[in-house]
C-alpha cells in the first residue's frame, strides 16, 4: 500500500499564494508520476497538474500561468505552487500516484491510484 501525505492547504485571499506538497515516507517519488487534482463542492474532480517520472511538468489550462508542479528528489516532495489565486480555486485539493497527461486533460493512469487525504484550499476576502 503507497500512502501519500499531501499538506499546505488554508485560508487566503484572492491574489495570495500558497504551496502545497505532497510527500511519501515509505517509498521514492521518483519512480512515479505524481498529480494534483481538485474537487470543489458539486463539481467534478479535475486533473491540475502532472510530474511526469522523466521530470515533464504538465499544468491544466484552467490554472496555466497561475500554477506550476515541481519535485524535490533530496526531500522526496511533489510541490504545487499556486500564485495569483482566484476565489474559483477554491476546492480540496488531492495528490495522487499515478497521473496520465493526455492531450488538454490530466487524468489518472488505469489500474490502483493512490490519493492523499485531501488539503482544503479556501480563496476568499
Known amino acids: 500500500h503507497l500512502q501519500l501525505e499531501d499538506s499546505g492547504g488554508g485560508l487566503v485571499q484572492p491574489g495570495g499564494s500558497l504551496r502545497l506538497s505532497c510527500g511519501a515516507s515509505?517509498?521514492?517519488?521518483?519512480?512515479?508520476?505524481i498529480g494534483w487534482f481538485r474537487q470543489a463542492p458539486g463539481k467534478e474532480r479535475e486533473g491540475v497538474s502532472c510530474?511526469?517520472?522523466?521530470?515533464?511538468?504538465y499544468i491544466a489550462d484552467s490554472v496555466k500561468g497561475r500554477f506550476t508542479t515541481s519535485r524535490d528528489s533530496a526531500k522526496n516532495i511533489v510541490y504545487l505552487q499556486m500564485n495569483s489565486l482566484e476565489v474559483e480555486d477554491t476546492a480540496v485539493y488531492y495528490c495522487?500516484?499515478?497521473?496520465?497527461?493526455?492531450?488538454?486533460?490530466?487524468?489518472?493512469?488505469?489500474?490502483?491510484?493512490?490519493w492523499g487525504q485531501g488539503t482544503q484550499v479556501t480563496v476568499s476576502s
Open positions: 515509505d517509498f521514492s517519488l521518483d519512480y512515479y508520476n
Open positions: 510530474f511526469t517520472i522523466d521530470g515533464t511538468a
Open positions: 495522487a500516484l499515478e497521473c496520465l497527461p493526455s492531450g488538454a486533460t490530466i487524468g489518472t493512469k488505469r489500474g490502483m491510484v493512490y
